[in-house]
């Protein structure tokens, strides 16, 4: 009994240092984003979030968005965060929400060539949201499960399209 609890706090414990290496921690208010230093597909970037046990950002405020900008841009140029759109709507994934705050582009979403349902931040446009196809690589953002309301599993294909 005492070496499994002794393993299960070690791994704990490794999954709390893990979380943070290999991201940029940024702060915005009482929430912690982690921003990666490495590319992956949509998909693949909610299931590096999930093993570290953390979740794919939700940016529910500018404060946010000015945050992730002023700290996380100045050596990247695009980010996955969240936002996926599933039946015509946009919601957080971590959570099911529907988008309230948005830092859209003009023209955006726009949807092109018919497969944009996942959540890029630009960061030439000082932070401005874009609908892109989940295939393409960014880098992405990780924020602690307790900050929302409810949490997701990694999705492991897109849902259902409408």
């Known amino acids: 009994m005492k070496l499994v609890l002794t393993i299960q ?8 240092t893990e979380a943070k290496e290999g991201f940029r ?9 982690y921003v990666s230093n490495d590319k992956r597909d949509w998909f693949r970037a909610q299931a590096e979030c999930q093993i570290r046990n953390l979740v794919i950002a939700t940016i529910k405020s500018k404060d946010e968005t000015d945050a992730l900008y002023r700290t996380a841009c100045s ?7 969240g936002g996926y759109k599933y039946y015509g709507n946009w919601h957080w994934i971590s959570t099911g929400e529907l988008l309230k ?9 726009n949807n092109k060539g018919g497969k944009e349902n996942a959540l890029e931040v ?15 690589k960014r880098f992405y953002v990780c924020q602690n499960k307790d900050v929302d309301k409810r949490q997701s599993e990694p999705l492991e294909s897109a849902p259902e399209i409408l």
């Open 9 to 16: 706090v070690l791994g704990i414990l490794l999954f709390n």
């Open 25 to 33: 921690t940024v702060k915005a208010g009482s929430k912690t984003f």
């Open 101 to 109: 705050y948005t830092n859209w582009d003009k023209g955006e979403p």
């Open 75 to 81: 050596s990247r140029d695009y980010m996955w965060i």
């Open 122 to 136: 630009r960061c030439k446009t000082r932070g401005g949201w874009n609908d892109k196809d989940p295939s393409a």
